[in-house]
């Protein structure tokens, strides 16, 4: 185990230690928070021991820096959670990393799937939500589908309030799966309208700056895209060259 991996056993022993004559633990927190309408029921099933060895397993697979070692641990903690039948955020969350690291596409989407469902059965609509919806369309075939998951991540990141780099992608990607040369001038401005917020250089960045050029009729526009787009493309081709000569 890593040295940081020590730093948290030690972190959650503290956490665990008794206080006022009870034995308070970061499992104990999450299932009376998380196990829904039923969870004094629940509850007094469950091992605190073992929700605290869920958690630990969580928090080391997102320390982790190699996939099979978070794989490793994820499982670990997803195991612990579906032998005591205990669905919260966290368990949509371990899915959803799941499919992130997972390679094969089926396992993926079935990652993805598994997490929505978590999400739908607490109720849940934030960020989180979001981001699994982003990468479902990411890896779906046709675009009817990804159209319906981006749309579906979108509304949620709106009712948040969520600007970010996966709000910009959406609508750059739904300005890819749209027919409308209107649609996709639109969904192309959003996407930069947003991406000007961010204090980020990227290769994404700079295609959508490209596409927005390319379907504006505007030739002020048009030459501001252009150019910003040639610079970023310079600056992350200068950025990658340096990175390699290291």
Known sequence: ??????ELRELLECMLRVEGGERVGVGEVLGSRYLGENGKEERSEIS???LD??????NLGTMATKKEEKRKYYMKALVIYNRIGLDNIITATLYNNLGFIAEVKEEKYNYYKKALEVYG????EDEN?????YNLGF???TKDQKRDSYTKALDVYKKQGVENVNVANIYYKL????TGESEQYEHSKKSIEVYKKLPIESVNKAKAFKRLGVLSKMKEEQEECFSKALGMYE???LYTSDAADE
């Open 1 to 6: 185990m890593t040295g940081y991996g020590n």
């Open 48 to 50: 605190v021991d073992d």
């Open 53 to 58: 060895a869920a958690v630990t397993y969580y």
């Open 121 to 124: 059965k607490l109720g849940v």
């Open 129 to 133: 939500l979001a981001a699994t919806y």
């Open 139 to 141: 890896i779906q075939s």
């Open 175 to 178: 300005a890819s799966i749209v």
């Open 235 to 237: 600056s992350c081709l």
